[in-house]
C-alpha cells in the first residue's frame, strides 16, 4: 500500500516538474525496502557485495550518456568517469566486474526485474512497481 | 590668508607637507598598482599555472596508462602482468588526483569569475573522453581476462587508440585556451605594470620638480628678505639713516624689517636730536664763556671796591688811632707854647722879689714842660708803632713772596684793629713754636684781619677771642676762636662762597671769607669753621710749611 502511494505520488510530482527524478529500483527479493545514499554508493563502488541475507548483490548501469545517469552519479558525489576509474582499478587488482551497462531504461527495469539481488537507477516516471521495488527517490533539486 | 604672512617654520612645514603628500600620493597610488599587478600576477601563478600544470601531469598519466595497456599485451608471466596491473591502477589514482585538484582549482577559479566558459566545455570534452576511454579499458582487460587478446589489441589499437587521439587532441585544447588565458592575463599584469610604471615615473619627476619649486620659493622667501635687510643694515652701519626696508609680509622677517626701519627712524631722530642738542649747546656754552667773563670782571670790580673799602675801614681805623696821639702833641704843644709865653714873661719882669718868685715859677713851668716832652714823645712813638704796623700789615716795602713769621702778620692786624677791639673783647694768644714760611704776607695778613673783624663782629657785647697756633708735622694751624653769636648749621655750607653776607647790625666783609678762602687755595693751603650758635665760632687755617 505505502508503496502505491508512493509511486502514484511519484507520478503526480514526475508530471508536474520538468526534469525527471531519478529512481533507484531494487529486485523484489533485496531485504531492504529504502537505502542510504553511502549505502548505495558502496554497492555501486563495489565495496559492499552482498545483502543482509547474503545474496549477492548485483549492480546494474545505464550505458548511454543520459541526464538521468548523470544525475544518479552526481547524487553520489562521483562523476561517472570517476565511477569507471574504480571499477578499472577494482578489475586491475582482481576484486571485481564493473557493473553490467545496459542500454535502455526499459533493459535496466527489465534487468532488475528478472535478477535476484540486483540494483539500478532510470527514469521514476519508467519504474514499473509490478516488477520491481523503489527504493529511493532522488529529487530533481537534489541532483543538480 | 597670504602666504608671505606665515611664520617662516610654518612656511618649511608647509612646502614639505606639500612635498610630503604628493610623495605619500605617488607611494600610495604606486602601492594600490602594485595590489592590482599582484592580483593580475596571482590570476596568472594561482590559477592558469597550477591548472596547466595538472592538464601537464594528466597527460603525461593518461600517456603512460596507455603504453603499459599496450606494454600488457604482450606480458608473460603472472609476475610481470602483476606488476603491470598494480601500475596501471597507480596511474589511474594519479589521474584521478590530477582531474580532482583540476576540479578543485577550476571550482576556485570560477568562484572568481577566472574560468572561461570555454575551457569549462572543453574540460567537460576531456572528462566524456576519459570515461570513454576508461569504458574502452574496461572492455579491453574483461577481453584479456576472457583469453581473447587479438580482439583485445585489436580494440585497444581500434577504438580505444581513436578515443584517445580524440581525448590527447582535446586535451591540448585544454593547454591551448589555458595558454592562451594565462598569456591574456600575464599581458595585463604587464600592461598594469607599464601604464604603474609610466605614471610613477610622471610622478617622481613632479615630486622632484615640485620639490626644487618649493625649495626655490622657500629659499627666496628667506634669503632675498635677509640679503635686503643685511644691505639696509651694511649701509646704516656706514652712516646713512636714511635706509627704509621695503619688505611685506607678517612673518620673522616681515617683523624683523619693521623694526629695522622703526630703529633707523628711532636713530635718525636720535641723531637730528643729539646735533641740535650740540649746537644749542655750543651757543649755550658761548653765552656761558661771555657770562663768565662778564662774572669775572664784575668780581674783580667787586673785590677791587672790597679792597677800596677795607682800606677805606683801615684808613679809618689807622686815622682814629693817629688821631689820639696828634690831639695829644697839640695838646702838649699848647701847654709848651703857654709855657714859653710864661718864661718870656718872667724875663721881661724887673726887680729881685719879683725874679725869685718868676724862678719858682719856672722851676714849675719846666717841669710841665718836661711833663709834656715826655707825652708828645709817647705821642710820636704811639704813632711811630701805628705807622710801623700799617708798613708791616700792607708790606709795602718788601718783595710780594717770602719766608715770614705769621705771628707778626696775626699781630700788625691785632694792632690795626686797635682800642675799638681791645676796650671789649680780651684777646687770648697761645703761639706755639712756629717756623718761618714762604708766602705772600700781605695777603695772608688780609686773611688774618678778616677773621678777627668777623669775631669782633661776632662779639655783640664783651667776649674773648682765642688765637691758638702750633705746628703739626709739614703743617702750621692758626685757629682763631670767638665767644660770639655763631653761625647756623644750614648757613655753613655757603660759608665761603662769594657775596655771604652774615647779616646782623653790621653789613661788611660780604666778600671778605670768600677772598680769605681764595688766599689760602692759594697757598696749598686749608680753611674750615666750627660753629656753634649761641657759642661761637672757630675758623682753621691750616698751611704747608714747604
Known amino acids: 500500500m ?140 537534489a541532483a543538480q | 590668508m597670504n602666504l608671505r604672512d606665515l611664520k617662516l617654520g610654518n612656511k618649511q612645514i608647509l612646502g614639505f607637507a606639500v612635498i610630503v603628500a604628493v610623495m605619500a600620493a605617488a607611494n600610495i597610488y604606486s602601492i594600490k598598482k602594485m595590489e592590482t599587478i599582484k592580483a593580475e600576477i596571482d590570476e596568472v601563478t594561482s590559477n592558469w599555472l597550477p591548472r596547466a600544470l595538472v592538464i601537464s601531469d594528466i597527460h603525461a598519466g593518461t600517456s603512460a596508462l596507455r603504453i603499459r595497456q599496450l606494454q600488457h599485451v604482450f606480458a608473460t608471466g603472472d609476475t610481470a602482468a602483476l606488476n603491470r596491473t598494480r601500475a596501471m591502477s597507480e596511474l589511474v589514482d594519479l589521474i584521478n588526483d590530477k582531474l580532482d585538484t583540476y576540479e578543485r582549482l577550476k571550482q576556485a577559479s570560477a568562484a572568481q569569475d577566472l574560468y572561461s566558459q570555454q575551457e569549462g566545455q572543453l574540460y567537460t570534452a576531456v572528462d566524456e573522453k576519459w570515461e570513454e576511454y576508461q569504458d574502452l579499458s574496461l572492455a579491453f582487460f574483461q577481453l584479456m581476462l576472457e583469453g581473447e587478446k587479438s580482439r583485445a589489441v585489436a580494440l585497444l589499437n581500434g577504438e580505444a587508440g581513436l578515443v584517445f587521439d580524440e581525448f590527447t587532441r582535446k586535451l591540448n585544447g585544454l593547454v591551448n585556451v589555458n595558454q592562451k588565458d ?31 619649486l618649493i625649495v626655490i620659493v622657500l629659499v627666496r622667501l628667506v634669503t632675498v628678505p635677509v640679503r635686503t635687510l643685511q644691505q639696509a643694515a651694511g649701509n646704516v652701519a656706514e652712516g646713512n639713516l636714511a635706509v627704509q626696508v621695503e619688505i611685506a609680509g607678517k612673518d620673522e622677517i616681515g617683523n624683523l624689517a619693521q623694526s629695522f626701519n622703526s630703529m633707523t627712524t628711532a636713530l635718525r631722530e636720535a641723531r637730528d636730536n643729539t646735533e641740535q642738542q650740540a649746537a644749542r649747546l655750543k651757543q649755550q656754552n658761548k653765552a656761558l664763556a661771555r657770562t663768565m667773563v662778564e662774572l669775572r670782571k664784575s668780581q674783580e670790580q667787586l673785590l677791587m671796591k672790597e679792597k677800596m673799602a677795607a682800606l677805606g675801614q683801615l684808613v679809618a681805623g689807622v686815622a682814629h688811632e693817629i688821631n689820639n696821639p696828634v690831639g695829644t702833641i697839640t695838646a702838649s704843644a699848647d701847654v709848651a707854647g703857654r709855657c714859653v709865653q710864661k718864661f718870656e714873661d718872667f724875663l721881661s719882669k724887673k726887680g729881685s722879689s719879683a725874679r725869685r718868685q718868676a724862678n719858682d715859677e719856672s722851676t714849675k713851668v719846666l717841669r710841665i714842660m718836661r711833663d709834656n716832652i715826655r707825652v708828645i714823645l709817647a705821642a710820636g712813638e704811639r704813632i711811630a708803632t701805628i705807622v710801623k704796623s700799617l708798613k708791616s700789615f700792607a708790606r709795602l716795602d718788601e718783595a710780594e713772596y717770602q719766608k715770614t713769621d705769621v705771628h707778626d702778620g696775626i699781630d700788625s692786624s691785632l694792632t690795626l684793629l686797635g682800642a675799638e677791639l681791645l676796650t671789649r673783647v680780651d684777646i687770648e694768644k697761645d703761639y706755639g713754636e712756629l717756623p718761618e714760611i714762604f708766602c705772600y704776607p700781605g695777603q695772608l695778613n688780609q686773611v688774618f684781619l678778616n677773621l678777627l673783624t668777623n669775631a669782633s663782629d661776632a662779639i655783640e657785647h664783651e667776649g674773648d677771642i682765642k688765637i691758638r697756633t702750633f705746628q703739626e708735622g709739614d703743617n702750621i694751624h692758626i685757629e682763631i676762636a670767638d665767644t660770639g653769636r655763631g653761625i647756623p648749621e644750614e648757613k655753613l655750607s655757603s660759608l665761603f662762597d662769594f657775596g655771604f653776607n652774615q647779616g646782623g647790625p653790621r653789613v661788611k666783609m660780604s666778600s671778605g671769607l670768600s677772598t680769605s678762602y681764595t688766599i689760602i687755595q692759594k697757598h696749598d693751603g686749608d680753611i674750615a669753621v666750627h660753629s656753634e650758635v649761641g657759642k661761637g665760632t672757630t675758623f682753621t687755617i691750616v698751611l704747608p710749611v714747604k
Not at chain 1, 545517469?69 to 576509474?85: A, E, N, P, T, V
Not at chain 2, 598569456?183 to 620639490?211: C, G, K, P
Open chain 1, 2 to 141: 505505502k508503496r502505491v502511494v508512493l509511486t502514484f505520488a511519484f507520478l503526480l510530482t514526475t508530471a508536474a516538474f520538468a526534469p525527471a527524478q531519478v529512481a533507484v529500483i531494487a529486485n523484489k527479493s533485496v531485504p531492504v525496502d529504502t537505502v542510504r545514499k553511502s549505502k548505495l554508493l558502496d554497492f555501486y563502488t563495489g565495496d559492499i557485495r552482498l545483502w543482509g541475507n547474503d545474496e549477492a548483490v548485483v549492480v546494474v548501469d545505464l550505458k548511454p550518456r543520459s541526464d538521468i545517469k548523470k544525475r544518479f552519479y552526481r547524487y553520489l558525489g562521483k562523476r561517472s568517469s570517476r565511477m569507471k576509474s574504480i571499477w578499472l582499478k577494482k578489475m586491475l587488482s582482481g576484486e571485481g566486474d564493473p557493473p553490467e551497462a545496459l542500454k535502455t531504461e526499459e533493459d535496466v527495469l527489465h534487468k532488475v526485474g528478472n535478477t535476484q539481488g540486483a540494483i539500478g537507477f532510470l527514469s521514476a516516471s519508467k519504474v514499473d512497481s509490478q516488477q520491481v521495488k523503489v527504493l529511493l527517490i532522488i529529487p530533481a533539486s
Open chain 2, 182 to 212: 594565462a598569456f591574456d592575463a600575464a599581458t595585463r599584469a604587464e600592461a598594469t605594470f607599464n601604464s604603474t610604471r609610466a605614471v610613477v615615473r610622471t610622478l617622481l619627476l613632479v615630486t622632484i620638480v615640485l620639490s626644487i
